[in-house]
């Protein structure tokens, strides 16, 4: 089954490949934001691949105003961390975290921030059991006409 997985950075002309994971209302927007994010080298989207099926992205912040998040160099925020509801339960979202974590550090990253809504169980299990312990605070935010609520957990 590995050699059929593919872990690796998603490219700005693969971005249209996201919608197989995401409804996005606004797909032209999704793309232009993600597009400058990673021309200028603020994010990165992580993906993982079942031979040319997209199964899983975790999106990955380098810098954000609010250095709770992210700061450069130091502290990574990972978000829209989604696993293809065919592949759920199989140990894929445990592999495309590991692998992201391990890329991170690689990069001398050695602090993570996530944000994880009250309703996500699994991924808030998922997230502890990785070190993501301590609640550093409590945001809102709004993507798309959506809004969120949510912990921001902090791994060391």
Avoid: C, P, W
Wanted: cysteine-free; hydrophobic content about 35%; overall charge negative.
């Amino acid at each position: 089954m590995k050699n059929k997985l593919t872990f690796r950075k998603l490219k700005i002309e693969e971005l249209g490949i996201l919608t197989e994971l995401f409804n996005y209302k606004n797909i032209d927007e999704m793309i232009e934001e993600n597009t400058e994010n990673i021309l200028n080298e603020v994010r990165d989207i992580f993906v993982l691949f079942y031979e040319d099926k997209l199964i899983g992205e975790l999106h990955i912040s380098y810098e954000n105003e609010n250095h709770l998040f992210a700061q450069k160099g130091k502290r990574a925020y990972l978000f829209a961390y989604r696993i293809h509801k065919d592949f759920q339960g199989q140990g894929f979202g445990k592999m495309l975290l590991e692998s992201t974590l391990k890329e991170l550090e690689k990069q001398g990253y050695y602090e993570f921030t996530v944000g994880v809504e009250d309703d996500n169980i699994r991924a808030r299990y998922i997230y502890e059991k990785y070190g993501f312990d301590t609640v550093i605070s409590r945001q809102k935010e709004s993507y798309q006409g959506d809004s969120y609520e949510y912990d921001l957990l902090l791994k060391y």
